[in-house]
C-alpha cells in the first residue's frame, strides 16, 4: 500500500531564515506531487505541483520554491521566511490525472 | 489510530437528485471537521465545522456536525453537472506532541448524469 510522509511536523523559524521541507512518497511509481498551504478556517491553496521528477510548475508567485530530486521526493523550500509563510503545509501525491489526491499528515510552520 | 471514513466511496445520480454524502471519524483532540470538493488539482473549500448542530449553507449545498456521534453529513440539493467531483472530509486534531494534523477521508467521488 502507498504512504505519504513529510516531516518535520512542527516548525518554529525566525524572519530570514531558511526553510527546507521535505515529502516521501512509498509504494507507487512516478506519482504527480502537490504542495498546499492551508490557511486558518480556509481551504488548500496549491502552491507547487510536479509531474515527474525535475518538472515543476507553480501556481501563485511567492517567496517558496520546490524541487523533485527523486521521483518520490518533493521538497519545498525557500531562501528567507517571511512571516506571512506560517501555515499549515500539507504534501499530496496522485496517480497520473486522477482527481483522487491523498494528503500527508501536515507540517505546521511559524515564522516568529 | 486516527481515521476519517467517508461513505459511500462512489455515487452516481442524475441532476435533479438529492445527495448526502456521509463522513465518520475518530480523531485525537478533535478540533474542526473542513469539507472540500474536489475536481482537477486543487480541493475547494466548502464548510468548516466546529460546533454540533449548526447547519453550514451555501446555495444548495449544507452540512451539519454531530460531535457526540463523531459523524458530518454534506447534503446537495437539486444536483447539477457541475457537482460531479470528489468531496473530501477532513478532520484536525491534534496529536499527543500538540502539533495539529488534518487527517483526510479518503472522498466520495459523485457522479451527476444529465
Known sequence: SQTIHQWPATLVQPVGSPLSLECTVEGTSNPNLYWYRQAAGRGLQLLFYSVGIGQISSEVPQNLSASRPQDRQFILSSKKLLLSDSGFYLCAWSEGQSYEQYFGPGTRLTVT | ?114
Open chain 2, 1 to 114: 489510530e486516527d481515521k476519517v471514513v467517508q461513505s459511500p466511496l462512489s455515487l452516481v445520480v442524475h441532476e435533479g437528485d438529492t445527495v448526502t454524502l456521509n463522513c465518520s471519524y475518530e480523531v485525537t483532540n478533535f478540533r474542526s471537521l473542513l469539507w472540500y470538493k474536489q475536481e482537477k488539482k486543487a480541493p475547494t473549500f466548502l464548510f468548516m465545522l466546529t460546533s454540533s448542530g449548526i447547519e453550514k449553507k451555501s446555495g444548495r449545498l449544507s452540512s451539519i456536525l454531530d460531535k457526540k456521534e463523531l459523524f458530518s453529513i454534506l447534503n446537495i440539493t437539486a444536483t447539477q453537472t457541475g457537482d460531479s467531483a470528489v468531496y473530501l472530509c477532513a478532520v484536525k486534531g491534534l496529536t499527543q506532541g500538540g502539533s495539529e494534523k488534518l487527517v483526510f477521508g479518503k472522498g466520495t467521488k459523485l457522479t451527476v448524469n444529465p
